[in-house]
Protein backbone atom coordinates (compact mmCIF):
# COMPACT_ATOMS: atom_id res chain seq x y z
CA UNK A 1 0.00 0.00 0.00
CA UNK A 2 1.17 3.58 -1.06
CA UNK A 3 0.79 5.90 1.84
CA UNK A 4 1.30 9.51 2.60
CA UNK A 5 2.18 12.13 -0.31
CA UNK A 6 3.03 9.59 -2.71
CA UNK A 7 -0.60 7.94 -1.88
CA UNK A 8 -2.32 11.18 -2.24
CA UNK A 9 -0.35 11.79 -5.56
CA UNK A 10 -1.11 8.64 -6.88
CA UNK A 11 -4.89 8.72 -5.85
CA UNK A 12 -5.24 12.39 -7.54
CA UNK A 13 -3.53 10.75 -10.91
CA UNK A 14 -6.31 7.64 -10.78
CA UNK A 15 -8.71 10.05 -10.64
CA UNK A 16 -7.71 12.32 -12.68
CA UNK A 17 -7.61 9.44 -15.58
CA UNK A 18 -10.96 8.77 -15.13
CA UNK A 19 -12.12 12.09 -15.10
CA UNK A 20 -9.67 13.00 -18.58
CA UNK A 21 -11.47 9.87 -20.40
CA UNK A 22 -14.94 10.40 -18.74
CA UNK A 23 -14.67 14.11 -20.10
CA UNK A 24 -14.46 12.94 -23.24
CA UNK A 25 -17.65 10.82 -23.51
CA UNK A 26 -20.72 11.89 -26.21
CA UNK A 27 -23.08 11.06 -23.02
CA UNK A 28 -21.32 13.65 -20.95
CA UNK A 29 -23.76 15.31 -18.55
CA UNK A 30 -23.71 18.59 -16.79
CA UNK A 31 -23.96 16.74 -13.20
CA UNK A 32 -20.55 15.39 -14.40
CA UNK A 33 -19.40 18.59 -15.05
CA UNK A 34 -20.75 20.35 -12.35
CA UNK A 35 -18.94 16.79 -10.10
CA UNK A 36 -15.65 17.14 -12.44
CA UNK A 37 -15.64 21.03 -11.21
CA UNK A 38 -15.62 20.44 -7.77
CA UNK A 39 -13.23 17.99 -7.43
CA UNK A 40 -10.73 20.38 -9.48
CA UNK A 41 -10.97 22.60 -7.37
CA UNK A 42 -10.40 21.23 -4.26
CA UNK A 43 -7.07 20.41 -4.58
CA UNK A 44 -4.52 22.32 -6.66
CA UNK A 45 -3.05 18.66 -6.64
CA UNK A 46 -5.81 17.50 -8.53
CA UNK A 47 -5.14 20.46 -11.10
CA UNK A 48 -1.54 19.10 -11.78
CA UNK A 49 -2.39 15.18 -12.03
CA UNK A 50 -4.89 16.39 -14.69
CA UNK A 51 -2.97 18.45 -16.27
CA UNK A 52 -0.42 15.38 -16.46
CA UNK A 53 -3.77 13.54 -17.42
CA UNK A 54 -4.07 15.73 -20.67
CA UNK A 55 -0.25 15.44 -21.41
CA UNK A 56 -0.46 11.41 -21.67
CA UNK A 57 -3.92 11.63 -23.61
CA UNK A 58 -2.16 11.67 -26.90
CA UNK A 59 -0.04 8.83 -25.90
CA UNK A 60 -3.38 5.84 -25.24
CA UNK A 61 -5.38 5.91 -28.53
CA UNK A 62 -2.74 3.87 -29.80
CA UNK A 63 -2.05 1.68 -26.95
CA UNK A 64 -5.56 1.08 -25.97
CA UNK A 65 -7.44 1.84 -29.06
CA UNK A 66 -10.43 -0.77 -29.84
CA UNK A 67 -11.06 -1.48 -33.56
CA UNK A 68 -9.59 2.26 -34.85
CA UNK A 69 -12.29 3.88 -32.81
CA UNK A 70 -11.58 7.46 -32.26
CA UNK A 71 -11.04 9.12 -29.09
CA UNK A 72 -14.33 11.36 -28.24
CA UNK A 73 -16.68 8.55 -30.06
CA UNK A 74 -15.35 5.67 -27.23
CA UNK A 75 -18.48 4.00 -25.30
CA UNK A 76 -18.29 3.80 -21.59
CA UNK A 77 -16.60 0.17 -21.27
CA UNK A 78 -13.82 1.82 -23.31
CA UNK A 79 -13.08 4.86 -21.51
CA UNK A 80 -13.04 3.31 -18.39
CA UNK A 81 -10.68 0.86 -20.19
CA UNK A 82 -8.85 4.28 -21.43
CA UNK A 83 -8.34 4.77 -17.56
CA UNK A 84 -7.55 1.33 -16.41
CA UNK A 85 -4.69 1.68 -19.01
CA UNK A 86 -3.65 5.25 -17.78
CA UNK A 87 -3.30 4.27 -13.76
CA UNK A 88 -1.62 0.96 -14.55
CA UNK A 89 0.71 3.32 -16.24
CA UNK A 90 1.20 4.77 -13.60
CA UNK A 91 0.68 1.86 -11.10
CA UNK A 92 3.70 0.00 -12.54
CA UNK A 93 6.28 3.15 -11.94
CA UNK A 94 6.27 4.11 -15.69
CA UNK A 95 5.20 6.58 -13.28
CA UNK A 96 4.53 9.89 -12.32
CA UNK A 97 7.59 11.53 -13.69
CA UNK A 98 6.51 10.32 -17.23
CA UNK A 99 3.17 11.45 -17.29
CA UNK A 100 3.75 15.13 -16.13
CA UNK A 101 4.42 17.47 -19.26
CA UNK A 102 7.79 17.65 -19.94
CA UNK A 103 8.83 21.47 -19.57
CA UNK A 104 10.97 23.43 -22.61
CA UNK A 105 14.19 25.48 -20.68
CA UNK A 106 15.09 28.62 -23.06
CA UNK A 107 18.37 30.32 -21.76
CA UNK A 108 20.24 33.16 -22.89
CA UNK A 109 24.64 34.13 -21.36
CA UNK A 110 25.46 37.38 -20.51
CA UNK A 111 24.99 39.80 -23.57
CA UNK A 112 22.78 37.32 -25.55
CA UNK A 113 19.09 37.68 -26.25
CA UNK A 114 16.92 35.20 -28.22
CA UNK A 115 13.46 35.56 -29.59
CA UNK A 116 11.49 32.31 -29.06
CA UNK A 117 8.32 31.40 -30.64
CA UNK A 118 5.77 28.88 -27.86
CA UNK A 119 3.89 25.79 -29.50
CA UNK A 120 0.59 28.02 -29.28
CA UNK A 121 1.80 31.30 -31.38
CA UNK A 122 3.18 32.98 -28.29
CA UNK A 123 6.58 34.91 -28.69
CA UNK A 124 8.93 35.47 -26.13
CA UNK A 125 12.10 37.87 -26.40
CA UNK A 126 14.54 36.91 -23.42
CA UNK A 127 16.83 39.41 -22.72
CA UNK A 128 20.75 38.92 -21.00
CA UNK A 129 21.21 36.18 -18.43
CA UNK A 130 17.65 34.89 -18.03
CA UNK A 131 16.53 31.23 -17.77
CA UNK A 132 12.47 30.99 -18.73
CA UNK A 133 10.82 27.33 -18.45
CA UNK A 134 7.64 26.98 -20.07
CA UNK A 135 4.87 24.10 -19.69
CA UNK A 136 2.31 24.27 -21.12
CA UNK A 137 -1.13 21.30 -20.46
CA UNK A 138 -4.46 20.72 -21.42
CA UNK A 139 -6.10 23.68 -18.52
CA UNK A 140 -3.42 26.13 -18.89
CA UNK A 141 0.20 27.31 -19.88
CA UNK A 142 2.73 28.53 -18.04
CA UNK A 143 5.75 30.03 -18.03
CA UNK A 144 8.45 30.30 -15.33
CA UNK A 145 11.04 33.49 -15.39
CA UNK A 146 13.64 31.77 -12.83
CA UNK A 147 16.21 34.96 -13.85
CA UNK A 148 16.58 37.66 -15.98
CA UNK A 149 13.82 39.38 -17.89
CA UNK A 150 11.75 38.61 -20.71
CA UNK A 151 9.19 40.15 -23.46
CA UNK A 152 5.73 37.87 -23.73
CA UNK A 153 3.72 38.56 -26.71
CA UNK A 154 0.58 36.35 -25.89
CA UNK A 155 -1.34 34.56 -28.33
CA UNK A 156 -4.63 34.58 -26.60
CA UNK A 157 -6.93 31.43 -25.77
CA UNK A 158 -9.40 32.19 -23.26
CA UNK A 159 -9.74 28.58 -22.31
CA UNK A 160 -6.09 28.37 -21.51
CA UNK A 161 -4.67 31.58 -19.68
CA UNK A 162 -0.97 31.73 -19.67
CA UNK A 163 0.73 32.66 -16.17
CA UNK A 164 4.60 33.71 -15.98
CA UNK A 165 5.49 32.93 -12.48
CA UNK A 166 8.72 34.78 -10.92
CA UNK A 167 9.41 33.61 -7.23
CA UNK A 168 6.63 34.68 -5.29
CA UNK A 169 5.13 36.77 -7.56
CA UNK A 170 2.97 35.81 -10.95
CA UNK A 171 1.19 37.66 -13.67
CA UNK A 172 -1.85 36.27 -14.81
CA UNK A 173 -2.96 37.18 -18.76
CA UNK A 174 -5.53 36.02 -21.22
CA UNK A 175 -3.62 37.84 -24.59
CA UNK A 176 -1.06 41.13 -24.37
CA UNK A 177 2.45 42.33 -24.19
CA UNK A 178 4.24 42.64 -21.01
CA UNK A 179 7.49 42.61 -19.75
CA UNK A 180 8.84 41.21 -16.76
CA UNK A 181 11.83 41.22 -14.73
CA UNK A 182 13.28 38.96 -12.47
CA UNK A 183 16.00 39.58 -10.15
CA UNK A 184 17.46 38.30 -6.68
CA UNK A 185 14.93 41.01 -4.84
CA UNK A 186 13.80 42.51 -7.42
CA UNK A 187 10.43 42.00 -9.19
CA UNK A 188 8.69 44.09 -12.20
CA UNK A 189 6.20 43.39 -15.08
CA UNK A 190 5.33 46.45 -17.26
CA UNK A 191 2.54 46.15 -19.60
CA UNK A 192 2.77 47.12 -22.94
CA UNK A 193 -0.58 46.48 -24.11
CA UNK A 194 -3.66 45.10 -22.97
CA UNK A 195 -4.52 43.78 -19.22
CA UNK A 196 -3.24 41.73 -17.01
CA UNK A 197 -3.42 40.67 -13.04
CA UNK A 198 -0.27 40.31 -10.85
CA UNK A 199 -0.40 38.24 -7.61
CA UNK A 200 2.62 38.59 -5.15
CA UNK A 201 1.88 36.96 -1.73
CA UNK A 202 -0.03 38.51 1.49
CA UNK A 203 -1.76 41.23 -0.77
CA UNK A 204 -4.48 41.96 -3.01
CA UNK A 205 -4.33 41.27 -6.61
CA UNK A 206 -3.19 44.11 -9.08
CA UNK A 207 -4.79 44.62 -12.39
CA UNK A 208 -2.70 46.93 -14.76
CA UNK A 209 -3.92 49.08 -17.63
CA UNK A 210 -1.42 49.71 -20.13
CA UNK A 211 1.74 51.87 -19.49
CA UNK A 212 1.57 51.05 -16.10
CA UNK A 213 4.07 48.77 -13.96
CA UNK A 214 3.92 46.82 -10.65
CA UNK A 215 7.57 46.57 -8.88
CA UNK A 216 8.23 44.82 -5.81
CA UNK A 217 11.61 45.55 -4.06
CA UNK A 218 13.60 44.38 -0.87
CA UNK A 219 10.89 42.49 0.48
CA UNK A 220 8.14 45.26 -0.01
CA UNK A 221 4.82 44.79 -1.27
CA UNK A 222 4.26 45.63 -4.97
CA UNK A 223 3.37 49.44 -5.82
CA UNK A 224 2.45 50.77 -8.77
CA UNK A 225 3.83 53.52 -11.27
CA UNK A 226 4.30 54.57 -14.71
CA UNK A 227 7.44 54.15 -16.32
CA UNK A 228 8.38 55.43 -19.95
CA UNK A 229 7.74 52.36 -22.07
CA UNK A 230 10.02 53.06 -24.07
CA UNK A 231 12.87 52.55 -21.80
CA UNK A 232 11.32 49.41 -20.61
CA UNK A 233 11.66 48.11 -23.34
CA UNK A 234 14.73 49.63 -25.27
CA UNK A 235 16.88 46.73 -24.64
CA UNK A 236 15.09 44.42 -27.61
CA UNK A 237 16.64 46.99 -29.32
CA UNK A 238 20.05 46.89 -27.93
CA UNK A 239 19.79 49.99 -26.02
CA UNK A 240 19.53 51.34 -22.51
CA UNK A 241 18.16 54.63 -22.27
CA UNK A 242 18.74 56.86 -18.93
CA UNK A 243 16.81 59.94 -17.89
CA UNK A 244 17.99 61.60 -14.87
CA UNK A 245 19.52 57.90 -13.46
CA UNK A 246 21.96 58.36 -10.63
CA UNK A 247 25.42 56.70 -11.92
CA UNK A 248 25.01 53.82 -9.73
CA UNK A 249 21.89 51.95 -11.38
CA UNK A 250 23.17 52.96 -14.63
CA UNK A 251 26.40 50.84 -13.77
CA UNK A 252 24.07 48.23 -12.36
CA UNK A 253 21.96 48.23 -15.72
CA UNK A 254 25.43 47.82 -18.14
CA UNK A 255 26.78 45.57 -15.57
CA UNK A 256 23.95 42.98 -17.03
CA UNK A 257 25.41 43.22 -19.84
CA UNK A 258 29.18 43.68 -19.97
CA UNK A 259 31.95 40.87 -19.96
CA UNK A 260 34.01 43.50 -18.28
CA UNK A 261 32.33 45.09 -15.08
CA UNK A 262 32.13 48.93 -14.74
CA UNK A 263 32.94 49.97 -11.00
CA UNK A 264 32.27 53.17 -8.91
CA UNK A 265 34.97 53.59 -6.34
CA UNK A 266 32.78 56.05 -3.84
CA UNK A 267 29.22 56.72 -3.55
CA UNK A 268 29.68 60.21 -4.57
CA UNK A 269 30.23 59.03 -7.94
CA UNK A 270 27.67 56.80 -7.78
CA UNK A 271 25.03 59.42 -6.77
CA UNK A 272 26.03 61.37 -10.37
CA UNK A 273 22.88 62.02 -12.66
CA UNK A 274 22.53 60.60 -15.99
CA UNK A 275 20.75 61.09 -19.31
CA UNK A 276 21.27 59.56 -23.03
CA UNK A 277 20.53 57.00 -25.15
CA UNK A 278 23.20 54.03 -24.82
CA UNK A 279 24.15 50.53 -26.66
CA UNK A 280 24.06 47.83 -24.02
CA UNK A 281 27.27 46.55 -25.35
CA UNK A 282 29.37 49.05 -25.39
CA UNK A 283 30.03 49.60 -21.46
CA UNK A 284 33.20 50.93 -22.13
CA UNK A 285 32.61 53.66 -24.27
CA UNK A 286 29.59 54.47 -21.83
CA UNK A 287 32.16 54.58 -19.22
CA UNK A 288 34.13 57.16 -21.33
CA UNK A 289 31.54 59.32 -22.08
CA UNK A 290 30.65 59.44 -18.04
CA UNK A 291 34.44 60.44 -17.60
CA UNK A 292 34.38 62.98 -19.66
CA UNK A 293 31.53 64.86 -18.48
CA UNK A 294 31.85 64.90 -15.08
CA UNK A 295 35.57 64.49 -14.99
CA UNK A 296 36.12 61.75 -13.77
CA UNK A 297 38.96 59.39 -14.28
CA UNK A 298 38.89 55.82 -16.26
CA UNK A 299 41.50 52.89 -15.62
CA UNK A 300 41.36 49.16 -16.22
CA UNK A 301 42.20 47.82 -12.76
CA UNK A 302 41.64 44.06 -11.75
CA UNK A 303 39.42 42.49 -14.35
CA UNK A 304 37.01 45.83 -14.55
CA UNK A 305 37.01 49.40 -15.38
CA UNK A 306 36.87 51.65 -12.30
CA UNK A 307 35.56 55.05 -12.76
CA UNK A 308 37.11 57.37 -9.90
CA UNK A 309 37.53 61.02 -8.60
Known amino acids: MVTGE ?20 DDLTAEDLAAFE ?43 GVALAACLLLSVGIGWSFLKAQPVVYETGRGEQQVV ?26 AVLERGEAYFDVNPDPERPFT ?56 QGLRVDQPQVQAVTAWQKGEIILSDTALSEAVREFNRYAGVPIVLNSA ?28 LRVRKTGGAIELTR
Open 6 to 25: AGDREQAAEAAALWHTRLQG
Open 38 to 80: AWFQADPAHEEAFASASDIWSLLPEAVAVKGAPVRALQRPVWQ
Open 117 to 142: ALKDGTEVTLNTDSRLTVRYSGKGRQ
Open 164 to 219: VRAGDDSVRVLGTSFVVRHEAQTFSVTLVEGRLEVRSPDQPAVVLAAGERAVRADG
Open 268 to 295: EVGALRISGVFQTDKAAEFAMTVAELNG
